[in-house]
């Protein structure tokens, strides 16, 4: 029941930069260098690609075929949806948890996107010039030992997210993918073109396309399962409510297949800008989450050019992020817009200052109640752990299962467009394929 029109995407182009810009964010440039970096480089990329083309490019279509035959927020979508195919409205506890799971990921996103915003002005300020790594670690440890400063940047970071959801679809998202999106290709490119000239491009790119099979083990295969779901922005909601502003016209699979082959190209991208550096510098390819605001800034403080190297790396990964979390934004601003007399405005103010306060208690998790834990994990590392092994691939599940599974056959296949035999590969994907990967990987977490 919305209260005005369903708002739409001005183009099939602006849906495809928002949805771009949704999946292309601190999973690209931070959380998948570091993990391929962690666990060995190619043979962890090999299994990422698998999982991205038998599991997320599926759910992906799946989140969006859906959201647009239910032109409304998740939760209604999910409800509609089963009603229409005379199924039970539970399943609308699918949109709840999407819902859900994309705003306890915004609340520490943001977090971490205030950790961009404040590297993004410490390379202009020169924090990390002539420091060694002892100097760039209490840099680092120094940030996360300050509650003030954290929280500081956490409420610019939330303030500008709000900003933009609250003008709606086609005025705040589309404008701010327009100009955002752009520019990170842009920022990329110029990296990588560094990277080229730093005499250890080709070591990089060897280290990220040249297998070492011994380095795979199972624990290796689930993170690459799950980050195929959070670098695609599945299971929480977001594809469902961007798909919900879709027309009929848009055909789902080829425009899936160029956000996927984006977002792939971008993380690997992503990695051929900083493994020269990290490789030129003899640093620490294993580093972890630390890869970025450690192990780089290092390079960025000792190097010639280092300053505004520094600055286009920060500024990238600060886009990449807002792009990210204003999608994340939307299902939780989408669903008040709907459900309650809120405008969208107020809506979106009212989701995002839930989302930072729950950040709050996130940040304060490094800091002042490092010792508040629960199966053993702090505050921050509880929201990122629920959500990507628990929520993500639980909702992606009952999406697909959902539409593969419970969905009339005759729908799916009008509106995917699909012959004859492309229904088969897609059926047998989608009802096999796929939840039994997600089962398995899932199970074997646990
Ligand atoms: N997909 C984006 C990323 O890779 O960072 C952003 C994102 C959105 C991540 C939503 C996770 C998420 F739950
Ligand atoms: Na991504």
Known sequence: MSKTNHAQWSSRFSFILAATGSAVGLGNIWKFPYMTGESGGAAFVLV????????????????????????????????????????????????VAGVLGAFFI??????????????????????????????????????????????????????????????????????????????????????????????????????????????????????????????????????????????KEVNLIKTARTVVIMDTVIALGAGLAIFPIVFANDL?????????????????????????????????LTFAALTSAISLLEPVTEFLEERTPLSRAASAVVAGIGAWALGIAALLSFNDWSSLTLFGLG??????????????????????????????KDVVREELGLGANGFKLWNLVTRFVAPIGVLVVFFASL
């Open 284 to 316: 620490d390819l294993a580093s972890g989450p630390s890869l970025i605001f450690v192990t780089l800034p290092l390079a960025f403080g000792n190097m010639g050019g280092g300053t505004i190297l520094g600055l286009m790396f920060f500024l990238l």
């Open 106 to 247: 915004l609340s520490f996103y943001s977090v971490i996107g205030g950790w961009s915003l404040y590297y993004t002005l410490g390379s202009v300020t020169g924090d990390f010039s002539g420091q060694d790594a002892d100097g760039i670690g209490a840099l680092f440890n120094g940030m996360l030992a300050n509650p003030g400063l954290l929280l500081l940047w956490h409420s610019i970071f939330m303030l500008l997210v709000i900003g933009i959801v609250a003008r709606g679809v086609t005025k705040g998202l589309e404008g701010a993918v327009n100009v955002l999106m752009p520019a990170l290709a842009l920022l990329l490119v110029i990296l990588i073109g560094y990277g080229m000239t730093t005499g250890h491009f080709g070591q990089a790119v060897e280290f990220l396309f040249s297998p070492d099979w011994s380095k795979l083990n199972g624990e290796t295969v689930l993170a690459a399962l799950g980050h195929a779901f959070f670098t695609l922005s599945l299971g929480m909601g977001i594809m469902l409510a961007y798909g919900s502003y879709l027309g």
């Open 48 to 95: 990422y690609l698998l999982c991205i083309a038998l599991i997320g490019l599926p759910i992906l279509v799946t989140e969006w075929m859906l959201g647009r035959r239910g032109q409304s927020n998740p939760v209604n979508t999910m409800a509609t949806v089963a009603e229409q195919a005379g199924k039970s409205r539970a399943w609308l506890l699918v949109g």
């Open 379 to 408: 505050i921050f590392d509880l929201l990122d752990k629920l959500t990507s092994k628990f929520m993500l691939p639980l909702t992606g599940l009952g999406a697909i299962i959902f539409a593969a599974w419970v969905l009339d």
